[in-house]
Nanobody
Framework: QVQLVESGGGLVQAGGSLRLSCAAS????????LGWFRQAPGEEREFVAD???????FYAESVKGRFTIARDNAKNTVYLQMSSLKPKDTAVYYC????????????????????WGRGTQVPVAS
């Protein structure tokens, strides 16, 4: 198991940028595939981006070209760089992880993730 703690959320104006961080406990961080999900008020949790152990990435269409996911195994941290933010990006953002022996696998299905942070709020003002 790995414990995940998000940070970096906060109010931002439309068109602005923000970088979220997710710090993980434990010494096996590199054994996990990682993802970011979000949940807007009154909506279902949705996939945002994920990154494999090797660094392959995949994005939801709604954020492609605006968001970038990255991982730093030396710091046990995964990042989500968000730019050109829109009011519809307003949500609580969660990082998630699942252990895998594969260096290539990534998943946009929340059910595959066994470890979740508590989330960080990102309100985007118009």
């Amino acid at each position: 198991q790995v414990q995940l703690v998000e940070s970096g959320g906060g109010l931002v104006q439309a068109g602005g940028s923000l970088r979220l961080s997710c710090a993980a406990s434990g010494r096996t961080f590199s054994s996990y595939a990682l993802g970011w999900f979000r949940q807007a008020p009154g909506e279902e949790r949705e996939f945002v981006a994920d990154i494999s152990r090797r660094g392959a990435t995949f994005y939801a269409e709604s954020v492609k070209g605006r968001f970038t996911i990255a991982r730093d195994n030396a710091k046990n941290t995964v990042y989500l760089q968000m730019s050109s933010l829109k009011p519809k990006d307003t949500a609580v953002y969660y990082c998630a992880a699942y252990a895998t022996t594969s260096y290539c696998t990534i998943s946009s299905d929340a059910r595959d993730y066994s470890n979740w942070g508590r989330g960080t709020q990102v309100p985007v003002a118009s």
